[in-house]
């Protein structure tokens, strides 16, 4: 068998880590190694609540891994990456579960088809009421060329990281993650596109993302922060896009913006986003509400 690294970054999250923790223990894959990065503040009270939740687990395929300092998902991720022993690297948030068979699934299809990367699709989950609430199914399919890959990427996102595999070598060579302020799983997705990988999707949903209460980056100040970056990172990519496509891409960021400032109370500056994106392009404004509007009303 060939090991799989998994990295779990975790920050502030002592509550939800056992519940990641153990979705991978539960693979039915098991040449595996977790390696959990406590990114906590050192004497922090989130850092000495992780230390209590790790000292539960006992199996020897687990590492548990503590920053000196705060660096951020990305930077955290990178420790993974630079720790892994795996040939293959996977991924798991420390609110996120995987199903059991997550690792076999994606591994036996690297494997067959010799690729470097590979994505699957996703389904978010209230983590109160354990209602699903949405699934992304990726606008993909096996055999697109490079510029096909990166035209879908601009226009829909090829995400999240809990759906990626890669090989580790491959992964390493590109160096990893872009250290921003979020959105960084859409910058790593650019950059292993730019290096023209053997690329996989599979149509599979096997992870559980969770929506649950308390402040998630996905809808945070630092959310906010990392989407205008995005933003003016896909301009610069407008060249291969058409007029109608550009509309799309613009609609989409100020969809998301109007869906932050809504998560954050901000309902005046989420109103202005929400006429922003319909009246760039009605049509894709109602595209995507139809994709957002169950974790809108979550």
């Known amino acids: 068998m060939n090991m799989i690294t998994v990295i779990t970054p ?6 939800y880590l056992g519940n990641a923790i ?12 977790l390696i959990v990065v406590d990114d906590n503040k050192p004497e922090s009270e989130a850092r000495k609540a992780t230390e209590e939740v790790m000292k539960k687990y006992h199996d020897p395929r687990i590492r548990y891994l503590q920053n ?43 494997v067959e088809n010799d690729w470097d990367v590979s994505v699957m699709d996703g389904a978010t989950y209230n983590y109160v009421t354990g209602e699903k609430v949405a699934e ?29 595999m890669y090989r580790a070598k491959f992964l390493q060579e590109i160096g990893g993650f872009i250290d921003v302020p979020s959105c960084q799983e859409y910058m790593l997705m650019q950059k292993t596109l730019d290096a023209n990988p053997k690329f ?41 896009l058409s007029k ?19 998560k954050m109370h901000h309902y005046r500056k989420a109103l202005v ?22 974790k809108i009303s979550a």
């Open 10 to 15: 975790t920050y502030n999250r002592a509550e």
């Open 200 to 240: 996989g999707y599979i149509p599979e949903i096997h992870i559980k993302n969770f929506m649950h209460p308390g402040e998630q980056i996905s809808t945070g100040p630092k959310k906010l922060k990392g989407q205008y970056a995005l933003y003016e990172s896909k301009r610069q990519h407008f060249d291969l």
């Open 273 to 294: 986003e929400a006429m922003k994106c319909f009246f760039t392009s009605p049509v894709h404004a109602w595209q995507w509400f139809m994709e957002y509007r169950r």
């Open 22 to 33: 153990d979705s991978v223990l539960a693979q039915t894959y098991s040449d595996f190694e």
């Open 136 to 164: 992304r199914h990726q606008h993909l399919r096996n055999g697109m060329t490079k510029d096909e890959l990166i035209r879908s990427h601009l226009l829909y996102h090829i995400s999240g990281t809990n759906t990626f």
């Open 68 to 110: 000196p300092k705060n660096v951020g998902g990305a930077g955290s991720r990178n420790v993974g990456i630079s720790e892994a022993r795996g040939e293959y690297i996977a991924f798991l948030d420390d609110d996120d579960m995987y199903l059991p068979d997550r690792l076999e699934a994606q591994f036996k299809k690297m």
């Open 244 to 262: 109608s496509e550009q509309r799309q891409v613009t609609c989409r960021h100020h969809g998301v913006l109007f869906f932050v400032h809504f």
